[in-house]
């Protein structure tokens, strides 16, 4: 028998809800270089992009309210399907005791979807977790390789609009591996666009 694709899974005392496999991005530190699966979950690779249905029955089978969290991160750059997204997100809100929800996004969601969209997921989403990845263009297009040439400016300005929405917590992340001095540099990005820094440890 087939094995049934990943469409959640669980960290600590988290579920992540993988909905996508692409990405513009193609990050050195990426862990799709060098497995296929996080955390000790089941392979990630999604065999097709789930639909509200298959989406809607895996979850229907998890008990959401033991979660702290439910983070939209899989494989891919979920804004990738922004309507899935939001829908998906609406139907857990209307959930009793819906833990709090959360989308980890290279914030190219503008890019991505040819529009404006910090409004759409501040409306749904409690937590906006961007990877900013360096502090500077350079470092940021050396470690994160994205297809689009102004991408670190579109990532700074969906990271603004997100904090002048102000109905999420909006928070860049970087990675441990990355020097200090863009580490520092990085904080002084997320400091002038009124965002917290998360510098997390990287998960080989």
């Known amino acids: 028998m087939k094995k049934a694709m990943t469409i959640s899974y669980e960290v600590g005392n988290n579920l992540y809800i993988n909905l996508t496999n692409k990405c513009p991005c193609a ?3 990426c862990i799709r270089n060098s497995a296929d699966g996080a955390y000790g979950s089941d392979p990630l690779w999604l065999e097709h992009e789930p639909d509200m249905n298959e989406i809607m029955s895996d979850l229907n089978s998890r008990d959401i309210t033991k979660y702290n969290e439910i983070v939209f991160c899989g494989y891919g750059e979920p804004t990738y399907r922004l309507d899935t997204v939001l829908e998906t997100a609406h139907k857990l809100k209307e959930r009793p005791k819906c833990p709090l929800l959360r989308i980890n996004t290279n914030g190219l969601s503008d890019l991505i979807n040819g ?60 990675v441990d591996v990355i020097p200090t001095e863009q580490i520092e540099a990085s904080r002084k990005i997320a400091d002038k666009l009124g965002a917290k820094l998360r510098v997390r440890s990287y998960q080989s």
């Open 115 to 174: 529009k404006p969209t910090a409004d759409k997921l501040c409306e749904v989403m409690d937590i906006i977790s961007i990877s900013l990845n360096a502090g500077t263009k350079d470092e940021y297009i050396k470690i994160t390789r994205p297809k689009y040439p102004d991408a670190f400016e579109a990532m700074q300005k969906f990271t603004s609009d997100c904090v002048k929405n102000g109905s999420a917590e909006v928070i860049m992340s970087v």
């Open 27 to 29: 990050c050195t530190f």
